[in-house]
């Protein structure tokens, strides 16, 4: 048998606080099971979880792997206005008058993300 992805895990400096803000990106959860101050920090989600550790260096250069979001329920924008008022950070704006295009952003520790067009802006 094959090997599955159990988590992608996340270095950070505060692995709670960074599993929180990931947590309401996803509309998830953390596990029932990690507290504030705890060294690690599972966000509970289909398929593989994201687990946030603590670790003592800081993020110094650009991420070599990033999430790439698809809203399910609201548009690219809808979702980027919703990711900025949790706290994200815009990096780089790549929408294009035609509707396509994707945008880029940083959670609460500078690790970059993307939000890219929903299903149904996609059927357009």
């Not at 593989?48 to 329920?73: I, S, W």
């Not at 979702?79 to 780089?92: F, N």
């Amino acid at each position: 048998m094959s090997s599955l992805v159990r988590h992608v895990t996340i270095d950070s400096s505060d692995a709670y606080a960074l599993a929180t803000f990931w947590a309401a990106v996803l509309d998830s959860r953390v596990s029932d099971e990690d507290r504030p101050g705890d060294e690690e920090a599972l966000v509970e989600t289909p398929g593989a979880g994201v687990l946030f550790v603590t670790v003592p260096e800081g993020k110094t250069v650009k991420n070599r792997v990033h999430f790439d979001l698809q809203p399910q329920d609201r548009t690219r924008d809808e979702e980027v206005e919703r990711l900025i008022a949790l706290g994200a950070t815009l990096v780089e704006d790549h929408r294009r008058p035609d509707g396509k295009g994707w945008v880029t952003l940083a959670d609460p520790e500078g690790n970059e993300f993307c939000v890219e067009r929903s299903a149904a802006e996609r059927e357009k």
